[in-house]
Structure formats: C-alpha cells, structure tokens
C-alpha cells in the first residue's frame, strides 16, 4: 500500500508542473508582390452572341434540313471570321504595348 502511495505522489507531482511550450508568434507580415496585368483589349460589349438557329421545325423534308444547316454553318463561319480579326487585332495592339 505504501509503494502505491508513493508511485501515486510521483504520478501526482510529475502532473503539476507543465511541459514548457514554445512562444506563440503574434506577427503578421504583408508582402506586396508587383505584377504586372495586362488589360483586355476586347471589350464584353464587343463580342457578338451565337447566331440563332435556321433549322427547320421538326417534320421538315431532307432539302429543307440540309438549306437550314448550310446556312447555320454558313453564320458560324462568318462569325469566326470577325472573332478571329479581332483577336488579331487584339494581339497586334498588345505587341505593341510591351
């Protein structure tokens, strides 16, 4: 009994001192980082919406499907074509920034 007693007092005594911790850091740092950032030089109001479709409605015969997807095809392409002019445009004007 008296072994357990003392094996409780060292368990006891070993408790009531606390580990020793390192300092919490209360420092914040701001680090400022320059970049440079190029400005689009498309405007949102520039570029065009899809074109709508000319598919005939649905029960429409073989020549009608086939003049309604050659002239979708034929709008999409005409469209690329100014996407495309534009974004040369657009990547001659940032050429010339630099």
Known sequence: MRTAAIAA???LAGCATAPERAPLLT???R???KVPVKEPCVDP???EP????AMPPKGADVDQLANGAVVDATRLLE????Q???LKACAKLSTTKE
């Open 27 to 29: 420092e914040v740092r």
């Open 45 to 47: 109001r520039d570029i």
């Open 84 to 86: 495309q002019d534009m």
């Open 31 to 33: 680090i400022e980082i």
């Open 9 to 11: 007092a060292i368990a």
């Open 79 to 82: 469209l690329a074509r100014r």
């Open 50 to 53: 899809l074109p709508g479709s």
